[in-house]
Every structure is written in C-alpha cells, then in structure tokens.
C-alpha cells in the first residue's frame, strides 16, 4: 500500500450517500482497505438508512441523523469487538448505504391466462396487469436475506422476484374471489388491498413492504372478447328476427330504388317483406312459431279543401262535400282549390283525390 493511500484512509472522516440514479436500493461506502476512521461523521439523509457491516457481521443501522462513529454510540460493536472508549484505530468495515424511500411505477402483469369459472360464461381465461410501489421497511433483513454483499444493488434485481410473488397471488384472488368477469372492473380497488394484505407476510421475509399495489386492466382473450362484443350487438338490436326482416326488407328496397321506377320500388318492397315473412316463418333448425300479426295500420288521414273564387277563399269543405258542391254545380273542373301540404292553389281536376268527383259528370262538349 502506498503512503498516499494510507493518509487517504487515515484522514477522510466524512461519510454520505446522494443518490441521482432513482433506482439504487443499497449503496456500498467504498474505503481503501475498508478503513473507516475512528471518530468519522456519518450522515444519514431522510429517505435512508445505513448498516454497518464489520467482519462479515451486521453491527448497527443507523437512521436519518448525523453520528460520529466511535465505541460508545456503538454498542453492538463495543459486544463484537470487546473494544474499551479509548481504543483509537481505524474501523475494519463496511457501511452500506439502504435508500428506504418508496420505488414507483414499477409494472406486474400475468404471464399466462388465469383459468376461473365465470358464473356467466362458465370456465373462462383471463389476464391482469397493474403497478405496485415497494420500498425497504427492514433494512437489517433486507440486506441479510437479498442483497449480501452486492455494492450496487438496483430494484430491477428484486422487481423480477417481487412481481413472481405478486402475480401468483393475484391468480389466486381472481381465481377464489366468486366475482363475475363482467363486474372484476368495479372491484378492481378490493382485489388490489386483498392481494396486498396476502403477499406482506411474504415481502416481510424479504424486509420489503408493498405499500401500494393496482389492479389496472383484468382482460378476456380475443375470442372471447369478439363473442362478447357479438352478445352486446344482439342486446342493442333486441329482438333478432325482426330485426332479420327489417334488414331483407331494406336491402331488396334499396335495389327496387337503383331502377328509379316507382313501381319497381313498390315491388321490390314488398318481395323484401314477403322474404323477411317467410324467413321468419322457418328457420336453419326447422320452422319456427307463428309470429303474432301484425297491428292494422292506422286510418288515413282525410284532407279538408278550400276553394278561391273571385279573389276572395272559402271553407273548408270535406271531400265528401266537395262530391256534393259538384253535383250542384257550384265546384267545376276548373276551381282553385287548396289543401293541407299542397304546394299552391291548383285546378280541382290536376288534383289526383277530387279528380275522381267529376268522373260521374259528362265533361264540357268540346268547341265547335
């Protein structure tokens, strides 16, 4: 060893940890020879905690505060070493630094689909994802039981163990919880403190705590997604077969349309409904049972005229009194009348409904 690095071990007496990395758990003070000065000032932020190694042993573990290392605020070591108060050398240890703040955002998800028999669907798979938070509740065990002797260690080297622990409890919750498929997204807060409350039993053996654990998304494979989806279409239609019939009927409509033909449109229609009837009549599976008729449709509408003569308008008049104003001469082919949606006064005789009134009278001898 060179005199240079025997003063540096001799001399430096200030001991700390910052850590700018946000995923450092444990963080090992690195002293030439391991050589801590006897009287050195340790300084312990909030967030941390220090374990103080000697020989292989674990001594102390200091909280947030500043301490200066001797003998007498040590007593574990005074037991270990057999030291008295005036014994000056250098400390032979480690101190390694436990960054005890929480680690969030860290992601857990099953790897395989949970089997669970839906109550609704029946025996069904599922899948869950989520984000827990952890951070170091003992840092003593922690240090014994997970990292040993590891200078840097990450939460990526535990986080693969954790969500191992997680996941396996998460199955079990889904898979006991009686819960149906399609009510797990309203209970996603109660699974989370049941799978939380199930694994601190076994994070405590690890000296970590899972304060925060969620349940994000709980999914259904795609087939069963896509018949799911198909299930809520026929919810939403309501009743299938007539609705069958509505499309038929339409669709053969729309083609009687494309040939511009009003009559073609008319038949066409009714070849759709005459289809969609009979569709609804039998089946894939054999005929099917009479459907009830159908209601009568309502009473047409019955339209009331009024006649202009001489700039002035009067009525209204009902058809059938219009037949009546014909016979006595006082409505002719050639009287304006209007009615209810009509586009403008028009000759009595160019309205197709009071054209037929004058049927049962002789028209006017054509002029000489």
């Known amino acids: 060893m060179s005199i240079f ?65 001797e003998t007498n605020n040590m007593p574990v070591m005074t037991t270990l070493q057999h030291w008295d108060h005036g014994f000056r050398s250098p400390f032979k240890s480690e ?83 009686n819960i149906p498929v399609l009510d797990m997204a309203a209970n996603t807060d109660d699974l989370g403190r049941l799978v939380a409350a199930e694994i601190a039993v076994t994070m405590a053996e690890y000296g970590v705590a899972i304060p925060e654990l969620y349940i994000e998304n709980i999914s259904l494979p795609a087939a069963v997604e896509a018949a799911l989806d198909k299930r809520t279409s026929m919810g939403v239609v309501g009743d299938l077969g007539r609705y069958t019939q509505f499309q038929a009927a339409e669709a053969l409509a729309r083609e009687g349309g494309a040939a511009g033909d009003a009559m073609g449109t008319g038949l066409g229609a009714g070849i759709g409904l005459e289809m969609a009837r009979q569709m609804g009549q039998s089946g894939p599976w054999g005929p099917r049972p009479a459907a ?56 009595a005789e160019d309205v197709a409904e009071l054209a037929q009134l004058f049927t049962v009278m002789p028209p006017p001898p054509p002029d000489a």
Not at 48 to 61: I, K, P, R
């Open 292 to 347: 009830a008729p159908p209601p009568p449709p309502p009473p047409p509408v019955e339209h009331v005229w009024h006649i202009a003569e001489g700039g002035r308008t009067h009525g209204p008049y009902s058809r059938a009194r219009m037949g009546r104003m014909v016979s006595e001469g006082t409505l002719s082919r050639d009287s304006y009348v209007w009615t209810q949606g009509q586009d403008g006064w028009m000759r």
């Open 95 to 177: 101190i390694y630094f436990v960054s005890t703040r929480r680690f969030t955002d860290l992601r857990w998800g099953t790897k395989n689909p949970v089997i669970l028999r839906d109550p609704e669907f029946g025996p069904t798979r599922v899948r869950a994802f989520g984000t827990y938070a952890m951070k170091v509740a003992d840092p003593a065990r922690f240090l014994r039981e997970i990292v040993g002797t590891d200078g840097a260690f990450t939460a990526d080297e535990i986080s693969f163990q954790l969500r191992n622990v997680i996941v396996q409890e998460v199955s079990r919750a889904i898979a006991s919880s």
């Open 5 to 69: 690095d025997f003063l540096s071990g001799q001399f430096i007496d200030v001991i700390h940890w910052t850590d700018d990395s946000r995923d450092t758990m444990v963080w090992r003070f690195e002293r030439y020879g391991h050589e801590i000065k006897y009287g050195a000032k340790l300084t312990v932020r909030e967030g941390q905690a220090a374990v103080f190694v000697h020989e292989g042993q674990l001594a102390d573990v200091f909280t947030p505060g500043l301490y200066l290392l």
